[in-house]
């Protein structure tokens, strides 16, 4: 059977890109005031600065998410579709924008910065693009689609598990965003491998979970940012890798020894960044 080739509409596309892009631009020059928020968590008393840039970055990323809606709502596959199926389609689109954002705003002002907000105008286009190929199974090129948003996945993982640590937060904070963007990203994994939303969900949160908890007690190390993000990555490969396996019914004996010596070398080398880099 000839496989079909599905592409966004140029214009839809276009228009969320230069959005995201002048957002972007908002979030570097515009300065809005400094909010302070305070709570109490098991008797321990927690707070954070939300500065004008991140409150527009988070913008960033909700605009990207309910662009991402519409354009992957005009996909022949997804009309008439439940909306769980296209909320799926928000998760990476949504966390590569905020995740961008980040890194752009610790470049400094100049050509570099220029260049950083050019690549991730072309980023996000593949993105887009990327997730709205892989709505049908069929198509042409969802075996590409699918190699690469995994890879970026993976990428967003780390650059949100550096960025926790790096930004010296409360653990209780730091933990709580890494259990949520784990349970996000690895749910979009499990069902882009072939699982079903409902199957998936229990096994995303329980890897967020198990995240979340590894990161509260990495706080507490003496390690940089890269050797935590590395570490939490290796955890967090492991356990999606597993659980894809198992939702597949492929989780044998073979495939435990695999995924061991890969987390062992992978934490070998994670751990020396952590501790002696």
Request: proline share 4%; hydrophobic share 55%.
């Amino acid at each position: 059977m000839q496989k079909t080739r599905h592409l966004p509409d140029r214009d839809r596309l276009s228009v969320l890109t230069a959005i995201i892009l002048l957002a972007y631009a908002l979030a570097r020059f515009v300065e809005l005031p400094r909010q302070t928020v305070s709570a109490s968590l098991f008797g321990s008393s927690i707070g954070f600065d939300l500065d004008g840039p991140f409150v527009l970055l988070l913008l960033v990323a909700a605009l990207i998410s309910t662009g991402s809606d519409s354009l992957m709502r005009s996909h022949p596959a997804l009309r008439g579709a439940s909306p769980l199926r296209a909320v799926l389609h928000w998760i990476l689109p949504g966390c590569a924008a905020l995740g961008l954002g980040l890194l752009l705003n610790r470049l400094p002002p100049g050509v570099g910065w220029w260049l950083g907000l050019a690549a991730s105008a072309v980023g996000l286009i593949l993105v887009l693009v990327a997730e709205y190929t892989v709505i049908a199974p069929d198509d042409a090129g969802f075996y590409w689609a699918a190699l690469g948003l995994t890879t970026l996945a993976y990428a967003i993982a780390l650059i949100f598990f550096g960025l926790l640590r790096a930004s010296s937060g409360r653990a209780a904070i730091t933990a709580t965003s890494a259990a949520l963007v784990s349970a996000l990203i690895a749910l979009r994994l499990l069902v882009l491998a072939g699982a079903t939303p409902r199957e998936s969900l229990p096994l995303a949160g329980a890897i967020g979970l198990c995240l979340g908890e590894c990161t509260w007690a990495l706080n507490y190390w003496p390690a940089g940012a890269l050797g935590t993000g590395l570490l939490l990555l290796v955890l967090f490969y492991t356990c999606t890798g597993l659980a894809q396996q198992h939702l597949v019914g492929n989780l044998t004996r073979r495939v435990l020894v695999e995924f061991g010596v890969v987390a062992l070398v992978g934490l070998a080398a994670a751990l020396r960044f952590a501790l002696f880099l």
